[in-house]
């Protein structure tokens, strides 16, 4: 076998590592995001069942309500962190972090 021979099996057999790996990180992104899913479900019930009886609420509109902000509100805000992050490795804005306000 030739040199360029093995650089090529190698190279094929990098590619396929590299695609059985994307492939699971897809499928753990889903995951992730189902658990999440479950839990701000489970939670939104939780809040649900304490306050809607109390404040007068019908209980599944709170339901409804209470899941989507226990996943929205964490997502954009962990989005956002994501879109700051990458802006300061690319050097647009400072970082502020270890700043002091006095």
Do not use: Q
């Amino acid at each position: 076998m030739s040199r360029r021979d093995r650089d090529e099996e190698e190279a094929r057999a990098l590619r396929h590592v590299a695609a059985r790996a994307a492939r699971r990180l897809a499928i753990l992104e889903w995951l992730v995001f189902l658990v999440a899913a479950v839990l701000a479900t489970g939670a939104g019930a939780l809040v649900a069942l304490l306050i809607a009886d109390p404040l007068g609420l019908p209980f599944r509109a709170t339901w409804m309500v209470a899941s989507l902000l226990l996943f929205v509100v964490p997502a954009a805000w962990s989005y956002g962190r994501l879109k700051r992050e990458e802006r300061e490795r690319r050097g647009e804005v400072p970082s502020t972090e270890h700043e002091s306000d006095g």
